[in-house]
């Protein structure tokens, strides 16, 4: 009796201690999850941040582009605007085609594509898509660990008790769209 009445406690403290680191690393990788976010958050404004100024030096030299200045502050605010995961990635992905398209018009001016702070604004956000790029993947790979946990046996089990949820991806819409060049015309 003594014997049977040891090995369940033993048991029960076994599966609570179980529990506890399960749910101790499941919270660990969702605050990861979490700061990976915060790290891509901060690069995306910062790319905000420049967005307004490079428009402002492109405006000066491509007074009949008034379409792609339009389409690109559309996009920035979009972006601005977006309130989870999936909508800041369709906004992201329309943001980075009408950059594409202000960078195309810019090439058809000589005189901007020669302009030291146009330089400079295309060089820095040259620099801020490098670091959302970098940013962006530090976030999947953190989000991917943080899946495979959830979904992984006796992990499953404890996450869906205490409400863990699967976290989405940062993903480009449509692949094939994102690796076209973009088409300009006059």
């Known amino acids: ?28 990788l969702r605050q990861r999850v979490q700061n990976a976010w915060s790290q891509v958050d901060v690069q995306l404004k910062r790319r905000y941040d420049l967005i307004p100024n490079l428009v402002n030096a492109v405006k000066g030299y491509v007074q009949h582009e008034k379409d792609t200045l339009e389409r690109v502050t ?12 999936t909508e800041q990635s369709n906004a992201e992905n329309i943001l980075t085609g009408a950059l594409k398209s202000l960078f ?17 604004l295309q060089s820095e956000l040259s620099d801020t898509e490098n670091k959302i790029s970098f940013a962006r993947q530090f976030y999947n790979d953190t989000v991917q660990i943080f899946n495979t946990t959830i979904e992984l046996f006796p992990n499953n089990l404890v996450a869906s008790m205490l409400g863990f ?3 989405d991806y940062f993903t480009l819409q449509g ?6 060049n973009v088409n300009v015309s006059f």
């Open 175 to 180: 692949e094939v769209e994102a690796r076209e």
């Open 104 to 120: 195309a018009v810019a090439e058809a001016y000589p005189d901007l594509k020669a302009n030291t702070n146009f330089i400079q």
């Open 1 to 28: 009796m003594l014997t049977g009445m040891i090995t369940l406690v033993a048991l029960m403290l076994l599966v609570a201690v179980f529990l506890i680191a399960t749910y101790n690393k499941l919270v660990k």
């Open 165 to 167: 949820i699967m976290v």
């Open 74 to 85: 559309h996009a920035r605010n979009m972006a601005i605007q977006a309130s989870n995961i």
